[in-house]
């Protein structure tokens, strides 16, 4: 079964700070990657996707993927509490036809 | 642009009910619908994906007969549950997929579901 992992959290930053979110797949033929925000009993919001290694940014926000150790990360600099959520990453699997979830990482930022 | 629509937001029904949960793609035809539920703190797994005209796709362990999927056009897919007990209270939340636009799927708002 092709599987998205993310440490759950919370993961506490203070305001200004650096929070750096990971998530790890074992579908090695996914192409395509999200970073979705989603505030409590709302629905996701898209924040970054990538498609290629490397680093994307885009303001605050950087994405970066390695597939060799099919591993993704979301970097958000000077956080800030309207930034405290939970994180998802998605997978599109192989054939590029659904999204594959993790469970999220919840992000607080304390001012 | 890309917008679906997805009503209604919230419902609360009795068991043993049934309900039905919209979503239309406002200004794109969405040849493709994902349906997803998402319970407390978990994340969003898929139910089904639907394709325009044809039968639903149903992941394993999800019932066919309680989750009925129509996409019998290019802008309107549903969701009915049916015969609904307490356990199907979830956040249900649909999902197109969009051709030629680079970041792929856009969501509904979501339909915070209670059964009573």
């Known amino acids: 079964q092709k599987e998205v992992e993310q440490n759950s959290g919370p993961l506490s930053v203070p305001e200004g700070a650096i929070a750096s979110l990971n998530c790890t797949y074992s579908?090695?033929?996914?192409?395509?990657f999200f970073w979705y925000r989603q505030y409590s009993g709302k629905s996701p919001e898209l924040i970054m996707f990538?498609?290629?290694?490397g680093d994307k940014e885009d303001g605050r926000f950087t994405a970066q993927l390695n597939k060799a150790s099919q591993y993704v990360s979301l970097l958000i600099r000077d956080s800030q509490p309207s930034d405290s959520a939970t994180y998802l990453c998605?997978?599109?699997?192989?054939?590029?036809?659904?999204?594959?979830f993790g469970k999220g990482t919840t992000l607080s930022v304390s001012s | 642009g890309a917008v679906v629509s997805q009503h209604p937001s919230r419902v609360i029904c009795k068991s043993g009910t049934s309900v039905k949960i919209e979503c239309r793609s406002l200004?794109?035809?969405?040849?493709?619908m994902f349906w997803y539920r998402q319970f407390p703190k978990q994340s969003l797994m898929l139910m089904a994906t639907?394709?325009?005209?044809?039968?639903?796709?149903?992941e394993q362990g999800v019932e066919k007969d309680k989750f009925l999927i129509n996409h019998a056009s290019l802008t309107l897919s549903t969701l009915t549950v049916t015969s609904a007990h307490p356990e199907d209270s979830s956040f249900y939340i649909c999902?197109?997929?969009?051709?030629?636009?680079?970041?792929?799927?856009?969501f509904g708002s979501g339909t915070r579901l209670t059964v009573v």
């Open positions: 990538i498609y290629s290694n």
């Open positions: 639907s394709n325009e005209g044809s039968k639903a796709t149903y």
């Open positions: 998605a997978v599109s699997n192989q054939a590029g036809t659904a999204l594959i």
């Open positions: 999902s197109a997929r969009i051709e030629g636009l680079n970041y792929g799927y856009t």
């Open positions: 200004d794109f035809q969405a040849t493709t």
């Open positions: 579908d090695r033929g996914s192409q395509s």
